[in-house]
C-alpha cells in the first residue's frame, strides 16, 4: 500500500483540520445539536448466554465527545477505504500473510473463533486439524477441570492450589490483566504469581510461600528461548527438585505453552504436557491461546469460553460493520486524527474499575509493541508520526495523579474512560458504584467544558492573580465507554477485542506492519555480550565510555 500521507483524503483532513477541526468547540456542538450523543455513540450487544448478566450485555462507546463533526467521521472513513483498512482487514481474516517482515498469517482470531467457520492457513484448516485450536482448547479444557477438582494431583497425592505462570511480555501481561480482571469468578482456594521479571526478586517471592507438594508451575514462552523466562524456569526446576529432594515428579508439576516442542522438551517437560500454538499468533495477541491457560484454570473453562465468545462477537462485528458503524474503525480513526492532524503524543487508557488495574499495562504491549514502528510498507521511514504512547491507571485514582496534565498541560490527551454499570461489589448500599459513576462522567465533562475566567471570576473570593491558575481551557477529547452491566469473561473479552482491532486500522493507516517486533531484538543481543562481560575480567570492551564506566563501576560496588 502507500503511505499514509500519500492518500488524497489525507490531504483533505489535512485542509478540514485546518478550516474545520481546529475551531470544533465542544460543548457549543452540544449545545447546538441536541442529537450529537445519538449521532457519534454505537453499541454493540454481548448475546445473552455468555453476557455476565441474564439478558445480552449492552457495551456504549460515546465517541460524541471527540473533536470531530459528521464530515469529519466522513473523511476519516475515506481516509480509511483509500488505505485499504478493509482489504487488510479482509486479508487477515482469509489468513493471508499480512505480517509480511516475517512472512507469517495474523491469525489470532481464529483462537477465539467458538463458531467454528472455517479457518485456513495455506490451505490448513486451523481449527479442526490434529494439534489445532479446536484440539487445543479441549486439552485446557480436561486440564483445567482435573486440577480444579483435584483429579489432577501433586507426587505426594496432593491437589494443585497454587499456579506459578512463567512468562514475559505477552506471556505474562495478558494472564495477569485477565486473572486480576476476572477475580471475581477466580477460584479462592487458588494463589496465582505471574513470575516474568529476570529480577531474582520475582521468582524468590513467588517461591517464598509456596508448597512445591501443591505447586503447578506454567512456563508460557511461545519461542521458549526468551532469556528472562528460561532462566526463571530453571530456577523454579532446580527449586522445585531440591525442595523435593530429588522425589518431585516434574511431569506432575510442569507444563509448558509454547510453539517450540524440541525446546520443551530438552527442558525436561513431556510433549504430553505441552500446551501448543502456532507461529501465526503474536505474543501480544496470546491471552486467547493456551498461554491463557492460568486464565482457565482460575475461572474455570466455561468462563474462559465465555471470554473467547465475547471476543469472537467484536471480532464479527469488526469484519461485518460499515466503516462508518464499525466501533474499533472509528476509534482507530479517531487516533489518527488525534495524531497526526492535532500533534497528538499520547493516548490514555483509565478504567474507573479496580479490577482492570492491569489493563493499561497490558494495553501498552498491544497498542505500543504493534505501531512503534518507523518504517512504512515499501521499505522507507514514514513522514508522519505513528503509534501514539499508550499510558493509563485505573481512576479514580490517577485523578489524585497525573490527571492535573491531563486537565491543565500543555498537551492534548486524547482519553479513554471506562465504566460498568453494575459492581460485582456494590458494597454500601452501591454508594461507591455511585461515587466512582459521577466521576467517570465528571471527568470527562470537565476536560470538555473547562472553566473560564469569567466563570472562576464568578465563583468570588478568587484573587485575580490566582484567576488564570484556576482557569481550565477544556475542549479535550475523551471516548467514554459504558458496559451494560457487569464486566464479565465476555464482556472482557469484546474490551480487549476493541482495542486490537484499533490498533490494527491505525497500524493499517500508517502503513506499516503491526506485528513485528524488531525493535526488542537490539537490546537483547547487547545484554548477552554484556553478561559475558561481568564475569571476565575488566569493563568490557568496544563500549562508550559511559557503559564503559558503569559497568566497571557495577562490577566494583557488586563485588563481580
Ligand atoms: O513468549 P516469548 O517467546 O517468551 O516472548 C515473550 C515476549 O517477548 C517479545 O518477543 C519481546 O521481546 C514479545 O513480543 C513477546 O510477547
Redesign the pocket.
Known amino acids: 500500500m502507500a503511505p499514509a500521507s500519500s492518500l488524497s483524503a489525507w490531504s483533505d483532513l489535512h485542509s478540514h483540520h485546518e478550516s474545520v477541526g481546529k475551531n470544533i468547540v465542544l460543548k457549543d456542538a452540544f449545545k447546538n445539536d441536541p442529537k450529537r450523543f445519538d449521532k457519534f455513540t454505537r453499541k454493540i450487544t454481548l448475546p445473552a448466554d455468555i453476557s455476565s448478566g441474564s439478558n445480552g450485555t449492552d457495551i456504549i462507546f460515546d465517541f460524541s465527545k471527540n473533536l470531530i463533526t459528521e464530515e469529519t467521521l466522513d473523511k476519516l472513513v475515506k481516509l480509511a477505504e483509500e488505505a485499504g483498512v478493509e482489504k487488510k482487514r479482509d486479508a487477515m481474516f482469509a489468513g493471508g500473510k499480512i505480517n509480511f517482515t516475517e512472512g507469517r498469517a495474523v491469525y489470532h482470531a481464529a483462537l477465539r473463533n467458538v463458531s467454528n467457520q472455517t479457518m485456513k492457513v495455506d490451505g490448513v484448516d486451523v481449527m479442526n486439524t490434529k494439534g489445532g485450536v479446536n484440539d487445543v482448547l479441549e486439552h485446557m479444557r480436561v486440564f483445567s477441570e482435573q486440577v480444579r477438582s483435584g483429579e489432577w494431583k501433586g507426587y505426594t497425592g496432593k491437589k494443585l492450589t497454587t499456579i506459578i505462570n512463567v512468562?514475559?511480555?505477552?506471556?505474562?501481561?495478558g494472564p495477569v490483566m485477565v486473572t486480576e480482571a476476572l477475580k471475581h469468578y477466580g477460584a479462592k482456594d487458588m494463589t496465582l504469581h505471574f513470575v516474568s521479571n529476570i529480577d531474582g526478586t520475582h521468582i524468590a517471592e513467588a517461591l517464598a510461600n509456596s508448597d512445591p507438594e501443591t505447586t503447578l508451575f506454567l512456563i508460557?514462552?511461545?519461542?521458549?528461548?526468551?532469556a528472562?523466562?528460561t532462566t526463571n524456569a530453571n530456577t523454579a526446576k532446580s527449586w522445585f527438585l531440591e525442595k523435593t529432594g530429588g522425589k518431585g515428579d516434574i511431569a506432575k508439576h510442569f507444563v509448558a505453552l509454547?510453539t517450540n516442542e524440541s525446546e520443551v522438551t530438552k527442558f525436561g517437560i513431556d510433549a504430553a504436557n505441552m500446551f501448543g500454538f502456532e507461529s501465526w499468533v503474536?505474543?501480544?495477541y496470546?491471552v486467547w491461546s493456551a498461554?491463557g491457560l492460568s486464565v482457565a484454570l482460575y475461572v474455570g473453562f466455561d468462563n474462559f469460553h465465555k471470554f473467547l465468545a465475547g471476543a469472537h462477537a467484536m471480532d464479527q462485528h469488526f469484519q461485518q460493520a460499515p466503516l462508518r458503524e464499525n466501533i474499533p474503525a472509528i476509534g482507530g480513526l479517531l487516533s489518527v486524527w488525534y495524531s497526526n492532524f492535532y500533534g497528538a503524543q499520547t493516548h490514555l487508557v483509565a478504567p474507573f474499575d479496580q479490577y482492570l488495574h492491569r489493563f493499561p499495562a497490558y494495553l501498552q504491549?498491544l497498542s505500543m509493541?504493534s505501531n512503534g514502528k518507523t518504517i512504512t510498507s515499501d521499505g522507507s521511514p514514514a513522514k508522519y508520526t505513528t503509534g501514539p504512547i499508550l499510558f493509563g491507571e485505573p481512576c479514580t485514582n490517577a485523578q489524585h495523579s497525573f490527571f492535573q496534565l491531563v486537565h491543565q498541560g500543555t498537551k492534548l490527551i486524547p482519553s479513554d474512560f471506562i465504566l460498568a454499570a453494575k459492581s460485582h461489589n456494590p458494597v454500601s448500599d452501591n454508594l461507591h458504584q455511585k461515587m466512582l459513576a459521577s466521576n467517570y462522567l465528571a471527568q470527562a465533562e470537565a476536560l470538555m467544558v473547562g472553566k473560564t475566567a469569567e466563570e472562576v471570576r464568578a465563583e468570588g473570593n478568587v484573587p485575580e492573580e490566582l484567576v488564570p491558575h484556576k482557569v481550565f481551557m477544556g475542549n479535550r477529547p475523551t471516548t467514554s465507554i459504558l458496559v451494560g452491566g457487569a464486566i464479565g469473561p465476555a464482556e472482557l473479552g469484546a474490551l480487549i477485542v476493541y482495542y486490537e482491532h484499533l490498533t490494527f486500522t491505525e497500524g493499517a493507516v500508517w502503513d506499516i506492519n503491526s506485528f513485528d517486533?524488531w525493535g526488542?531484538?537490539l537490546g537483547?543481543v547487547l545484554a548477552k555480550k554484556i553478561l559475558k562481560e561481568i564475569d571476565e575480567e575488566g569493563a568490557g570492551s568496544g563500549h562508550d565510555s559511559s557503559t564503559g564506566g558503569l559497568l566497571g563501576a557495577f562490577k566494583a560496588y557488586g563485588g563481580f
Open positions: 512468562g514475559i511480555g505477552g506471556s505474562d501481561l508460557a514462552s511461545k519461542t521458549f528461548t526468551t528472562e523466562t509454547s503474536g505474543g501480544r496470546s498461554i504491549q509493541e517486533q526488542v531484538e537483547k
